[in-house]
């Protein structure tokens, strides 16, 4: 049963320090989603990709967070420096391109808390 | 800009009654549009798309959805609702490479 996996599921630090949350994909699917969910804000789609290159990252603050896939079977999002206002809940979804559309398969999440 | 509207942040039924979550879209050019659901705790879970061909969409767990394009309306219904259907439910339209997601709607299902 093949899934997307998200480490770590949980993420507890402090202000000012590097955060560093993994997905691996399923294996095949060519684009890779990330987004943020807070209870404020709702569901927020951060940044994805397609064949590793970002198409479309406008929702992703560039001042600290950035999004990178150094191979297709990991995708990174990082941020640097954390602020208590990141907390929130970060899903990496994976899916293949046919047909002109996507279809998502989401991750655990990774619950960040940041003190 | 383009946005997806989901009428109601919370819907309450009962158990065994119709559940009608509502979603409109606002692109000009027919879109590719999804039904998400997240239980609580969870990521979010495909329950049906439209893509092309019949307006008329079945999706799991006996929900169904219709694409009306006079109306720019997705709305999605189950006949009868379970309690295993509390949730919330996500309406999301993609279109030239951008997705849109709804507010979401969290569906409460009373015994």
């Known amino acids: 049963d093949a899934r997307v996996t998200q480490t770590p599921r949980h993420k507890v630090t402090e202000m000012g320090q590097e955060v560093t949350m993994r997905c691996q994909p399923i294996?095949?699917?060519?684009?890779v989603f990330w987004y943020r969910q807070t209870m404020m804000q709702g569901l927020e789609l951060l940044a994805y990709f397609r064949n590793r290159a970002p198409l479309d990252d406008s929702g992703m603050p560039k001042d600290r967070f950035s999004a990178e896939m150094p191979d297709a079977t990991l995708a990174t999002l990082k941020i640097q420096p954390s602020e208590p206002r990141d907390s929130a809940v970060y899903f990496c979804?994976?899916?293949?391109?046919?047909?002109?559309?996507?279809?998502?398969?989401f991750g655990p999440g990774t619950r960040l808390t940041v003190l | 800009a383009q946005s997806v509207t989901q009428l109601g942040s919370h819907v309450s039924v009962s158990e065994g009654a119709l559940v009608l979550l509502r979603c409109n879209y606002s692109?000009?050019?027919?879109?590719?549009l999804f039904w998400y659901v997240q239980y609580p705790n969870q990521g979010l879970q495909l329950l049906l798309k439209?893509?092309?061909?019949?307006?008329l969409v079945k999706g799991i767990n006996g929900f169904e959805a219709e694409f009306k394009k006079s109306e720019t309306s997705f709305h999605l219904t189950k006949p009868s609702a379970h309690m295993s259907d509390a949730a919330e439910y996500f309406c999301v339209e993609y279109n030239f490479n951008k997705f849109y997601f709804g507010s979401g709607t969290k569906l409460n299902v009373k015994p």
């Open positions: 979804a994976s899916g293949p391109y046919s047909g002109g559309y996507n279809e998502q398969f």
């Open positions: 294996l095949g699917h060519n684009t």
């Open positions: 439209y893509t092309t061909g019949a307006t």
């Open positions: 692109s000009s050019v027919p879109p590719y």
